[in-house]
């Protein structure tokens, strides 16, 4: 291999090194990424996206294609053992950022688009059938590679591992992993119909039956999401095809159906204690895994790169300094200890819900589903009570050139501005390299925003930073962005 030291190495081209890789290819950084396996991995784990993966997936200009190969969740039931509903939770078709806010998809199939426009990046090298076997050094980091028993070496400035649960370099880089005491076998079905049949298309299913928990989702098309409790004393051996059957038995049967496939697996809750050494990072199943109730493994992943990307950017091209990369765990880390214990607490929540039918009165103080995110612990200025700051921003459409708000600040930082600013201001912003965009008072979206403030000011991955009422305070939180991110300006 050649001695061209790569911006970027990433290993592990599931869905969020994919993702990643695009990202960072598309900010015009060189990369590499190297993965053991080749073509896009044939299990569909993952099923269910939400608005901020789209909003991410947007950045790659591919989410109308996720969405047109999607299907829109209206409403999750967990019920009892007959299907009727203890509680329901209706899913709008939109959220603030203009997304579906659930949307199920077929991961193969995601997987491919984000592979296929992957392609379309000249600086982003792919190196299939090849295992990182080796790290060492920092600057370059050298990574020793391993493709059919050949060996040979590749540099990097900055190296991601995105190489899943067993990930290598989250033991390279000597991270623990935390436990949260959740573990559980279950076998996941992935099922085809091949005919017409009357089968819930828009509605998931917890199934809080007290003599074994169930899990239905309706898949895009006819893809179908079956998952059983292993009781205690079973194990994998115990799921012959006719078991299999018997439990889709009350949805599918052998004249309507295929079986795609019948796998056990020990859903598992646990974070690692270290994301980053020095110029190393892990993120996606990597850095954290959860039970998949939540339907946010994924989702977490695509967080942490969308995090990583333009902070990474910024540190390579000089314009922040290497501080702003300590950033990441920092917000990343809390935001996905809430992710997972939210995951764990609908698994709790479906086994307490089912000693409802042996004669106890649980009522549940969790939603479970549309519980709103966390705001992030770190990286705003301002008081986020507000349950605005240090969220993602909204996205609304401009009044006239036709784009939307996501797609004019691009990679940029931006202030929303409805009152004239000061030249000092004005230069400030223009040496910071901050996309200013006026609006007015009618923008409906921006309503709230806009109580008692007149200026906002969000980050490249359009989180809200803060909002300010006049240009002192606007100074004020213009200089606070500068120090907390490292930038230099
Ligand atoms: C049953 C089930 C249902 C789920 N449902 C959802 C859901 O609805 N929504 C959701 O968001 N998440 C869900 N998840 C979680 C989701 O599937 C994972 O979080 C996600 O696939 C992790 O992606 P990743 O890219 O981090 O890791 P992976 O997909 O594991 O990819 C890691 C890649 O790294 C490669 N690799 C590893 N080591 C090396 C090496 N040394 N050299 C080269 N390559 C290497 C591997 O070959 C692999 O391709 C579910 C999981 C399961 C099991």
């Known amino acids: 291999m050649s001695d061209k030291i790569f911006d970027i190495g990433i290993i592990g081209y599931g869905p969020v090194g994919a993702t990643l890789s695009g990202l960072l290819s598309s900010l015009g950084l060189s990369v590499v990424v190297i993965e053991k396996n080749k073509g896009v991995s044939p299990t569909a784990r993952a099923i269910n996206t939400d608005s901020e993966q789209l909003r991410t997936f947007n950045f790659l200009n591919i989410a109308a294609e996720v969405i047109a190969n999607s299907r829109n969740l209206k409403k999750v039931h967990f019920t009892d053992s007959q299907f009727n509903p203890y509680t329901t939770i209706d899913i709008p078709k939109e959220d603030n950022l203009g997304w579906p806010p659930t949307l199920l998809f077929y991961q193969p199939e995601l997987e491919t688009i984000i592979r296929n426009n992957n392609q379309s990046y000249k600086n982003l090298k792919i190196l299939e059938n090849t295992e990182a076997v080796n790290i060492e050094g920092t600057n370059p980091i050298r990574l020793d590679i391993r493709n059919n028993r050949k060996d040979s070496t590749i540099y990097c400035k900055y190296l991601i591992g995105c190489d899943g649960a067993n990930s290598f370099v989250r033991k390279y880089i000597n991270a623990k992993l935390i436990d949260f005491g959740f573990d559980q076998d279950w076998i996941v079905i992935d099922a085809h119909t091949t005919k017409q049949i009357d089968i819930s298309k828009n509605e998931a299913k917890q199934i809080c039956d007290p003599n074994r928990l169930k899990t239905y989702v309706p898949g895009r098309r006819n893809h179908k999401r079956f998952e059983f409790k292993l009781l205690r004393g079973e194990s994998k051996k115990d799921f012959t095809k006719k078991k299999v059957w018997e439990l889709l038995s009350p949805w599918i049967n052998k004249n309507n159906s295929k079986i795609e496939r019948a796998v056990v697996y020990k859903f598992h809750a646990c974070i690692a204690d270290k994301w980053r050494d020095k110029n190393i990072f892990i993120a996606g199943d990597a850095a954290h895994q959860m039970p998949p109730f939540l339907g946010a493994g994924m989702g977490t992943g ?188």
Not at 335 to 357: D, L, P, V
């Open 302 to 489: 695509i967080r942490d790169v969308l995090n990583l990307s333009w902070k990474i950017y910024l540190a390579i091209k000089g314009k922040a300094e290497e501080n702003i990369l300590d950033t990441y765990q920092q917000e990343r880390a809390p935001h996905a200890n809430w992710t997972i214990q939210q995951a764990k607490t609908i698994g709790e929540m479906m086994e307490q819900y089912s000693y409802r039918e042996k004669g106890e009165n649980y009522v549940p103080s969790n939603k479970g589903y549309g519980e709103v995110f966390p705001h992030l612990s770190k990286g705003y200025y301002g008081d986020p009570s507000d349950g605005l700051i240090a969220t993602p921003f909204c996205r609304f459409d401009l009044d006239l050139s036709g784009k939307d708000s996501d797609e004019y600040f691009g990679w940029n930082f931006g202030l929303i501005s409805k009152k004239k600013l000061t030249n000092e201001i004005d230069l400030i912003l223009k040496k910071m390299n901050i996309k200013v965009l006026s609006v007015n008072d009618k923008n409906i979206n921006l309503k709230n925003y806009f109580e008692d403030a007149n200026y906002l000011l969000i980050r490249p991955d359009k989180y809200l930073f803060s909002r300010s009422k006049t240009n002192s305070e606007l100074k004020e939180a213009l200089s606070e962005l500068e120090k907390q991110f490292s930038l230099i300006t």
